[in-house]
């Protein structure tokens, strides 16, 4: 037989501890049903004494009434599974009281947290993580704490030093802000809005109640048009799904800040109840430009048309000190009321002379930004200064001075204020030409420029002005304009405009029949000095009743003073944030021709680099309409018509 092995001791200690719990654990559930502790020391074999430690040191009589029931609720469990004879009503009450234990660990776990969650399962899948993230994906408009600190830490990280600069200013009550073109602060201000609201937010966590001052407040973006305010509204919305993946809805951009702070251990919010914040985007005109209150941002505001009235309905958005208010713009001229503002003539009209302080409004003064005696925190920001806070990884100084006349340089880059007392086009009588066109020109859809297809204004009839370039000297420039319902009376409009460089003349071409192929073109005119002759030629393959304008003193002079008349019968209308286009136009005037025996109209240049190409290109697109047009001799008048 073979040898029986030996015990093995260890096995053997682990077997006698697992009998004793198991005594221990019946005693205490014979005890919780009644039994006495004779009795219960007869049915397990142990001595009263041990029952009785068992007892004290385990503190069977504190034991909560749920920890009893779940006793009870398990040894009948074991008494069903435990029938040799286990059936199908057996499995059932086994069913019922696992759903007891269950109950009764639920009731456990809420005697701990106290949070309703615990002791209502539906209530707690409502609240766990996955549900609170479902919510979020839901909600309209709903950025988490995570979110708006990551969008705070990508606006940082973007910004050149000259926006931060204007960042470290966002509390002041009136910034103005004179500046070159193309520095982003379209751009910059939109998103400068947002991460103001995110700051409020962040600021907030674990706070009980934020200060009126400390609150996100509504941010409210004033452009000339409705077109140029959306601007805003396509910057914000492409920011915050980049960083975010959020995308933003509504015309109207309402942040919603239920439940902004998740909660904490104990259930409450770890931040206080926020009201929600709207980023409203409108046009300047006193019908819309109302109503609202909150920060605000004037955009190019020295272009606007009856900018006194315009500040006064804006400046009532802030009436209360906790809003702040930005004006920025690049310079237009001395005479827009606008000046007054900016010079502070306004703030001392009308105050006793021995109160009335100079504003210092130099570029010195200003470069860094300065206060000014009305409070205001003014600033002027060059091009120069631009790119020595940044910008110069963007933009080649040298290169915008060969591509600009001197005098356009100084005031789209300089930030002077351009005298157009001289020009052929003030901006006096330009200003009723601009019109808010997303809201008037109901017949054209600018959505559809860029579909490929797209028809923006159906078949109306359109012409096409087109100034090319002078063998690379300057840029070329394209304008599409509506032709007026009544010869002579009805109003030009001008839909779409383009400036071009870097393109010879086939590409020059081309170009000119993508824009053509968008709408029912009815004229062409094409200014045929020096290489505009090839680019004529090439359009006259497909298009041959184009016109040719070959400059002269005669044909300069017929093309301002048709021009002038149309602008001066207030026939002609483009939408108001085209700045460039007003600019161009004022850079038009008279000037003696080089025999000094007569006039003729430029664009003052830095030699023959520069001048006016939106204007020149408008200007040609005009004169397919003659000179006589609508006057008492229309049926016998003349056109315009110009020879190589």
Same mark, same amino acid.
């Given at each position: 037989?073979?040898?029986?092995?030996?015990?093995?001791?260890?096995?053997?200690?682990?077997? /006698?501890?697992?009998?004793?719990?198991?005594?221990?654990?019946?005693?205490?559930?014979?005890?919780?049903?009644?039994?006495?502790?004779?009795?219960?020391?007869?049915?397990?074999?142990?001595?009263?004494?041990?029952?009785?430690?068992?007892?004290?040191?385990?503190? %069977?009589?504190?034991?909560?009434?749920?920890?009893? &029931?779940?006793?009870?609720?398990? =040894? #009948?469990? =074991?008494?069903?599974?435990?029938?040799?004879?286990?059936?199908?009503?057996?499995?059932?009450?086994?069913?019922?009281?696992?759903?007891?234990?269950?109950?009764?660990?639920?009731?456990?776990?809420?005697?701990?947290?106290?949070?309703?969650?615990?002791?209502?399962?539906?209530?707690?899948?409502?609240?766990?993580?996955?549900?609170? =993230?479902?919510?979020?994906?839901?909600?309209?408009?709903?950025?988490?704490?995570? *979110?708006?600190?990551?969008?705070?830490?990508?606006?940082?990280?973007?910004?050149?030093?000259?926006?931060?600069?204007?960042?470290?200013?966002?509390?002041?009550?009136?910034?103005?802000?004179?500046?070159?073109?193309?520095?982003?602060?379209?751009?910059?201000?939109?998103?400068?809005?947002? =991460?103001?609201?995110?700051?409020?937010?962040?600021?907030?966590?674990?706070?009980?109640?934020?200060?009126?001052?400390?609150?996100?407040?509504?941010?409210?973006?004033?452009?000339?048009?409705?077109? *140029?305010?959306?601007?805003?509204?396509?910057?914000?919305?492409?920011?915050?799904?980049?960083?975010?993946?959020?995308?933003?809805?509504?015309?109207?951009?309402?942040?919603?800040?239920?439940?902004?702070?998740?909660?904490?251990?104990?259930?409450?919010?770890?931040?206080?109840?926020?009201?929600?914040?709207?980023?409203?985007?409108?046009?300047?005109?006193?019908?819309?430009?109302?109503?609202?209150?909150?920060?605000?941002?004037?955009?190019?505001?020295?272009?606007?048309?009856?900018?006194?009235?315009?500040?006064?309905?804006?400046?009532?958005?802030?009436?209360? #000190?906790?809003?702040?208010?930005?004006?920025? /713009?690049?310079?237009?001229?001395?005479?827009?009321?606008?000046?007054?503002?900016?010079?502070?003539?306004?703030?001392?009209?009308?105050?006793?002379?021995?109160?009335?302080?100079?504003?210092?409004?130099?570029?010195?003064?200003?470069?860094?930004?300065?206060?000014?005696?009305?409070?205001? %925190?003014?600033?002027?920001?060059?091009?120069?200064?631009?790119?020595?806070?940044?910008?110069?990884?963007?933009?080649?100084?040298?290169?915008?001075?060969?591509?600009? /006349?001197?005098?356009?340089?100084?005031?789209?880059?300089?930030?002077?204020?351009?005298?157009?007392?001289?020009?052929?086009?003030?901006?006096?009588?330009?200003?009723?030409?601009?019109?808010?066109?997303?809201?008037?020109?109901?017949?054209?859809?600018?959505?559809?420029?860029?579909?490929?297809?797209?028809?923006?204004?159906?078949?109306?009839?359109?012409?096409?002005?087109?100034?090319?370039?002078?063998?690379?000297?300057?840029?070329?420039?394209?304008?599409?304009?509506?032709?007026?319902?009544?010869?002579?009376?009805?109003?030009?409009?001008?839909?779409?405009?383009?400036?071009?460089?870097?393109?010879?003349?086939?590409?020059?071409?081309?170009?000119?029949?993508?824009?053509?192929?968008?709408?029912?073109?009815?004229? &062409?005119?094409?200014?045929?000095?020096?290489?505009?002759?090839?680019?004529?030629?090439?359009?006259?393959?497909?298009?041959?009743?184009?016109?040719?304008?070959?400059?002269?003193?005669?044909?300069?002079?017929?093309?301002?003073?048709?021009?002038?008349?149309?602008?001066?019968? *207030?026939?002609?209308?483009?939408?108001?944030? %085209?700045?460039?286009?007003? *600019?161009?136009?004022?850079?038009?005037?008279?000037?003696?021709?080089?025999?000094?025996?007569?006039?003729?109209?430029?664009?003052?240049?830095?030699?023959?680099?520069?001048?006016?190409?939106?204007? %020149?290109?408008?200007?040609?697109?005009? /004169?397919?309409?003659?000179?006589?047009?609508?006057?008492?001799?229309?049926?016998?008048?003349?056109?315009? #018509?110009?020879?190589?």
């Amino acid at each position: 037989m073979p040898r029986a092995l030996a015990p093995d001791p260890d096995e053997e200690r682990a077997i /006698s501890r697992q009998v004793g719990r198991a005594q221990r654990r019946e005693a205490r559930s014979l005890y919780w049903r009644g039994w006495r502790i004779t009795d219960i020391a007869m049915e397990i074999g142990e001595p009263e004494g041990t029952i009785s430690s068992w007892k004290n040191r385990d503190r %069977w009589d504190q034991d909560p009434p749920v920890v009893v &029931i779940e006793d009870r609720i398990e =040894a #009948k469990i =074991a008494t069903y599974l435990d029938k040799p004879d286990f059936n199908e009503g057996d499995m059932k009450r086994v069913d019922f009281l696992m759903r007891q234990m269950e109950r009764a660990a639920r009731i456990r776990k809420y005697n701990q947290t106290g949070k309703e969650g615990d002791l209502n399962e539906k209530v707690g899948a409502r609240n766990d993580d996955k549900a609170k =993230a479902k919510r979020a994906d839901k909600r309209r408009n709903f950025l988490t704490l995570e *979110q708006l600190q990551a969008l705070l830490d990508d606006f940082h990280a973007k910004n050149f030093d000259y926006q931060e600069h204007w960042w470290a200013h966002r509390d002041e009550r009136t910034r103005k802000i004179r500046k070159s073109r193309q520095v982003g602060a379209t751009w910059y201000f939109a998103r400068e809005a947002l =991460a103001k609201v995110a700051e409020s937010i962040l600021a907030g966590v674990g706070k009980n109640a934020l200060d009126e001052d400390e609150r996100p407040r509504n941010q409210i973006f004033l452009s000339a048009s409705e077109r *140029q305010a959306l601007k805003f509204r396509r910057e914000i919305v492409g920011w915050v799904r980049r960083v975010t993946g959020v995308e933003l809805k509504g015309k109207i951009i309402t942040l919603d800040f239920v439940g902004q702070y998740p909660d904490d251990e104990e259930g409450d919010p770890t931040g206080p109840a926020i009201d929600p914040v709207g980023f409203y985007f409108l046009s300047t005109n006193s019908a819309t430009a109302q109503g609202e209150s909150g920060d605000f941002y004037f955009d190019e505001y020295a272009w606007v048309h009856g900018f006194a009235q315009l500040s006064k309905v804006a400046s009532a958005m802030a009436t209360h #000190k906790i809003y702040k208010k930005t004006y920025f /713009s690049t310079p237009s001229t001395k005479a827009h009321e606008s000046y007054a503002f900016w010079s502070g003539e306004e703030w001392n009209r009308g105050r006793a002379k021995g109160q009335q302080q100079p504003f210092d409004i130099s570029l010195k003064n200003l470069r860094q930004g300065a206060r000014m005696p009305d409070g205001s %925190w003014q600033q002027i920001l060059t091009i120069h200064d631009a790119v020595a806070g940044g910008l110069g990884k963007l933009v080649d100084v040298d290169e915008l001075r060969r591509e600009y /006349s001197e005098e356009e340089f100084r005031n789209l880059f300089d930030c002077e204020d351009v005298d157009d007392s001289e020009s052929s086009f003030p901006f006096a009588r330009l200003a009723p030409a601009r019109v808010d066109s997303f809201l008037k020109w109901r017949d054209f859809k600018p959505a559809l420029v860029d579909m490929p297809g797209g028809r923006p204004f159906g078949d109306a009839p359109v012409w096409i002005g087109y100034d090319p370039n002078k063998q690379g000297r300057d840029d070329a420039a394209l304008v599409v304009v509506a032709q007026p319902g009544d010869a002579g009376r009805g109003k030009f409009r001008v839909l779409e405009k383009y400036r071009l460089n870097g393109r010879d003349f086939q590409g020059q071409a081309d170009f000119i029949k993508d824009i053509a192929a968008r709408y029912n073109v009815t004229d &062409i005119a094409i200014d045929t000095t020096g290489s505009g002759k090839a680019v004529r030629d090439l359009v006259a393959n497909w298009f041959p009743t184009v016109r040719s304008i070959e400059y002269s003193v005669a044909s300069k002079t017929a093309l301002v003073i048709k021009a002038q008349s149309i602008f001066r019968a *207030q026939r002609i209308e483009f939408d108001s944030g %085209w700045t460039d286009l007003m *600019q161009a136009l004022m850079a038009i005037r008279p000037t003696l021709t080089g025999s000094q025996r007569g006039v003729t109209y430029t664009a003052k240049r830095n030699g023959e680099i520069g001048h006016a190409d939106l204007a %020149w290109a408008l200007l040609h697109a005009l /004169s397919n309409e003659p000179l006589d047009a609508g006057s008492a001799s229309e049926a016998r008048g003349g056109t315009v #018509k110009f020879f190589e």
